[in-house]
């Protein structure tokens, strides 16, 4: 089975600076991908960034970055130069081999300040 | 623009009136899901589909039924809904592929009263 831990319920961070979201996961499959979703208060899954269990390089997109340690089964988010629209849910999530679902974490909510 | 479209996005209905949560994507993708979203929990999945006719119990299916005739569409029904499924629920849509990004529907608020 696949399991997704975020242990950080709520976040806090001052506007420009970085934040790092927690993430672990579980599997057996040798092949897997990782993501991240926000959402935010409006309730959409906006997809942020992706990184294969195979992919040598940690992934980037824009100001989202993702530190992969498959040894440590850690694939955490870091937000560089926090917005005010950065306040939302982030969701970290699995899938496996199979393909048929993606595996959810319970969620951190991020709040930024002014 | 390619889209997952749920309907309704908000939905107050009664114990044991039957309700169908439609959902429909433009991208030809072979795979199609539902997920309920839970205060701690964080999204499960419901039902999923890989293609038209081939539907499968995802991890919470008590309750649900889907089908899928149509590969652009895939409602979820709940024939006698109880109070323990007031939830957002999320249709999803995605290619074959551990690299595939699933794309999401605008979520449906359903409270069961």
């Known amino acids: 089975a696949q399991k997704i831990t975020q242990t950080q319920p709520g976040m806090f961070v001052q506007e420009k600076e970085a934040v790092t979201l927690d993430c672990t996961y579980d599997?057996?499959?040798?092949?897997?991908?990782l993501f991240w979703y926000k959402q935010p208060s409006s309730g959409e899954m906006i997809f942020l960034i992706y990184q294969g269990s195979y992919d040598e390089q940690n992934a980037t997109e824009g100001r989202y970055s993702l530190n992969f340690q498959k040894a440590r089964k850690s694939a955490n988010l870091v937000i560089s130069a926090s917005q005010l629209g950065d306040s939302a849910m982030y969701f970290c999530?699995?899938?496996?081999?199979?393909?048929?679902?993606?595996?959810f974490g319970a969620g951190t909510i991020l709040r930024v300040k002014s | 623009e390619a889209q997952v479209t749920q309907n309704p996005r908000y939905l107050i209905t009664v114990t044991g009136k039957k309700l169908t949560v439609t959902c429909s994507q433009n991208m030809n993708h072979e795979y199609m899901s539902w997920y309920r979203q839970d205060p701690g929990l964080g999204l499960r999945q419901i039902y999923y589909?890989?293609?038209?006719?081939?539907?499968d119990k995802g991890d919470v299916p008590e309750g649900y039924k889907v089908s899928r005739k149509e590969k652009r569409n895939f409602p979820l029904i709940l024939e006698s809904p109880s109070p323990n499924q007031t939830s957002l629920y999320f249709c999803?849509?995605?290619?074959?592929?551990?690299?595939?990004?699933?794309?999401f529907g605008q979520g449906t608020r359903l409270t069961v009263v």
């Open positions: 999803a849509s995605h290619n074959l592929g551990t690299r595939a990004e699933a794309f």
């Open positions: 589909s890989m293609n038209v006719e081939v539907t």
């Open positions: 999530a699995m899938r496996g081999v199979y393909g048929n679902k993606l595996v």
């Open positions: 599997t057996s499959d040798q092949s897997y991908g």
